[in-house]
């Protein structure tokens, strides 16, 4: 009996415990990672608004789950990535401010002996900030609200798996835009319209040069 009493006052005082920690934790979530990538801001810019691209670089979906990604839109404000983990989507929703909107639906959240399936939502941003040809990329995932007690205990056991996935993620994007071609808005073009506008200009300094010439040659009357 004695024995009984001492189990069931373990349970209550574990079950307190667990109670009293999860009230104290933040019913919100975020991390925040960054990489220098040698390239313009451009190029990263172009690269990361690319859904396509995503599939390569974003490790947030495991190897195993790449098939089941689905994208639909054209890069642009309301485009979807989305993949089967539970069911994780991200929108674009500011493409100027690299801004997206995530939704976790019963995203399979494993910690210790506790199986649990995320339901909440968040925003992800891409910060760039360009230097000479440089530019550092900070990525930032915030999201909640959390339930209480679990979503919150589990949530913040898994941070540092999720902070250290954001890492890889951020190496392989590193790997893949200096690697990989990305074609930049070319200059060239660029240059090539402000030629033209000169020549025009030009072309229209001689003519009204002629114009005068002509105006003085002829004999007044």
């Given at each position: 009996m004695q024995i009984l009493k001492l189990i069931v006052l373990f349970i209550v005082s574990f079950v307190s415990s667990f109670l009293i920690f999860a009230l104290v934790l933040p019913s919100s979530f975020s991390l925040s990672n960054y990489?220098?990538?040698?390239?313009s801001k451009e190029v990263v810019f172009k690269t990361l608004k690319n859904l396509e691209d995503r599939k390569i670089w974003y490790t947030l979906v495991d190897s195993n789950l790449v098939s089941t990604v689905k994208?639909?839109?054209?890069?642009?404000?309301?485009?979807?990535?989305?993949?089967?983990f539970?069911?994780?989507e991200v929108v674009l929703s500011d493409i100027k401010k690299m801004e997206n909107k995530i939704k976790f639906v019963n995203y399979p959240v494993n910690a210790a002996v506790i199986n649990y399936q995320l339901n909440t939502q968040?925003?992800?941003?891409f910060d760039l900030v360009e230097a000479q040809q440089r530019t550092t990329v900070?990525?930032?995932?915030s999201g909640g609200p959390l339930d209480?007690?679990?979503?919150?205990?589990?949530?913040?056991a898994v941070q540092y798996k999720i902070y250290k996935e954001?890492?890889?993620s951020l190496f392989k994007l590193k790997d893949y835009i200096?690697?990989?071609?990305?074609?930049e808005t070319p200059k060239e073009n660029t240059q090539n319209n402000v030629q033209v506008q000169q020549n025009i200009q030009q072309e229209q300094q001689q003519q009204e040069q002629q114009q005068q010439e002509q105006n003085t040659d002829t004999p007044q009357n």
């Amino acid at each position: 009996m004695q024995i009984l009493k001492l189990i069931v006052l373990f349970i209550v005082s574990f079950v307190s415990s667990f109670l009293i920690f999860a009230l104290v934790l933040p019913s919100s979530f975020s991390l925040s990672n960054y990489i220098e990538i040698e390239r313009s801001k451009e190029v990263v810019f172009k690269t990361l608004k690319n859904l396509e691209d995503r599939k390569i670089w974003y490790t947030l979906v495991d190897s195993n789950l790449v098939s089941t990604v689905k994208i639909t839109g054209d890069g642009s404000n309301g485009s979807k990535f989305t993949w089967k983990f539970g069911e994780v989507e991200v929108v674009l929703s500011d493409i100027k401010k690299m801004e997206n909107k995530i939704k976790f639906v019963n995203y399979p959240v494993n910690a210790a002996v506790i199986n649990y399936q995320l339901n909440t939502q968040g925003t992800e941003i891409f910060d760039l900030v360009e230097a000479q040809q440089r530019t550092t990329v900070t990525w930032s995932i915030s999201g909640g609200p959390l339930d209480y007690p679990v979503g919150k205990i589990v949530t913040a056991a898994v941070q540092y798996k999720i902070y250290k996935e954001m890492e890889k993620s951020l190496f392989k994007l590193k790997d893949y835009i200096e690697s990989v071609q990305v074609e930049e808005t070319p200059k060239e073009n660029t240059q090539n319209n402000v030629q033209v506008q000169q020549n025009i200009q030009q072309e229209q300094q001689q003519q009204e040069q002629q114009q005068q010439e002509q105006n003085t040659d002829t004999p007044q009357n």
